[in-house]
């Protein structure tokens, strides 16, 4: 009986968690297998080693930053520049696929730390709060890096400035 709740719980959070931390995978290493290796790892962690959380905030931020540890764990071990497009997790509301997708490269040629503020910022719509929270930095660091982020953007869109 017990196993049984302890599933739900587990299901339940899966359910509520994993299409925000897949694209955050996805995002980072641009291979759906890397992101679903990523994935797996996240929800073991999760099962197995997970602290106690104050709140939904708190486990969320906790997914996140152990979400983005393993994708730099991955990102170190293959060091590799593969890139598989996905129109699913690269589209927006502009109905645009191919310019999605440009754009979307172009935010994952970003440094990490700007890249990660600005999806989540932009694709998670997540505030400048939560992802401060989530990154355990400042809300002025992550400003600083949308900032910055936006300022490298800018130049690469140039061609989009009009539209």
């Not at 599933?7 to 931390?21: A, P, Q, R, W």
């Not at 106690?52 to 996140?64: M, P, S, T």
């Not at 989540?120 to 809300?139: N, P, Q, V």
Request: a neutral charge; charged letters at 35%; proline letters at 1%.
């Amino acid at each position: 009986m017990k196993s049984d709740s302890i599933d739900n719980i587990f299901m339940e959070k899966y359910e509520k968690y994993s299409k925000m931390l897949f694209r955050i995978a996805f995002f980072q290493l641009g291979s759906t297998h890397d992101a679903e290796d990523v994935l797996q790892n996240v929800f073991i962690k999760l099962l197995y080693n997970a602290p106690a959380f104050k709140d939904d905030e708190h486990e969320k931020a906790w997914l996140i930053r152990v979400t983005q540890n393993q994708c730099k764990n991955m990102l170190k071990s293959h060091s590799r520049k593969n890139c598989e497009l996905n129109e699913e997790i690269a589209s927006d509301s502009m109905g645009d696929v191919s310019k999605a997708l440009d754009i979307a490269m172009k935010v994952r040629a970003l440094p990490v730390n700007y890249k990660t503020a600005i999806f989540l910022f932009y694709y998670e719509d997540m505030s400048t709060e939560e992802i401060a929270r989530a990154l355990k930095i400042s809300r002025s660091a992550v400003k600083m890096r949308l900032k910055r982020g936006r300022e490298l953007l800018k130049t690469e869109l140039e061609e989009y400035e009009y539209e």
